[in-house]
């Protein structure tokens, strides 16, 4: 009697927590954009965040290979040319940074999207907090292709927010 109520026990608990599983789902899939989009929102946001990935390696290493799988050569040029003039962004470490994506416009065959990072703060001493990396907002100009996306240009230039507007 006692093997039949502990396996009635934990078929109420997977089922507990399937229904759990279940609510999250789907609010995840009530936060997304509920606009209608000429592409794959969630195939946008896939291909953003391994490019972003690939970006902030990029400035890390000082190398385009990583980021030249997402991007057009014009776009890598410019990178690479914005790398050697400039000093380097602080992405800091993964676990601090939060990273969040804003569709500001779209057409059939672009999407210019807004990327803003921010970090959390870190307790270095006792008293003492310090942000491990640099809060930034970047505009990325994605293509839209037959085969996916391609990233265009990243520009942090603000001008830019205005222009979309």
């Known amino acids: 009697m006692d093997e039949v109520l502990l396996v009635v026990f934990v078929l109420v608990f997977v089922a507990v927590l399937y229904g ?6 789907q609010e995840r899939k009530s936060e997304l954009p509920q606009r209608d989009y000429p592409f794959d929102y969630e195939a946008l946001m896939k291909f953003v ?4 990935d690939a970006y902030i ?3 890390a290493t000082l190398d385009i290979m990583y980021f ?4 057009s050569g014009k ?3 410019e990178l690479i040319e914005f790398l050697y003039r ?3 962004k602080m992405f800091g470490s993964r676990k601090h940074r939060r990273r969040s994506w804003d569709v500001l416009a779209h057409g059939e065959r672009y999407v210019v999207l807004k990327k803003s990072i921010s970090h959390r703060q870190v307790k270095v001493k006792r ?22 996306f391609e990233v265009q240009a990243v520009n ?3 001008e830019l927010e205005k222009e979309v507007y």
């Not at 759990?20 to 789902?25: A, G, K, T």
């Open 20 to 25: 759990i599983y279940f609510l999250i789902q």
């Open 49 to 52: 965040e391994k490019a972003d």
């Open 57 to 59: 390696l990029t400035h």
């Open 68 to 71: 030249s799988k997402f991007a």
């Open 75 to 77: 776009a890598c040029n």
């Open 86 to 88: 400039n000093p380097p």
């Open 127 to 148: 008293g003492m907090r310090i942000k491990l990396g640099d809060d930034m907002i970047e505009y990325w100009e994605i293509a839209v292709t037959s085969s996916g």
């Open 156 to 158: 942090s230039d603000s």
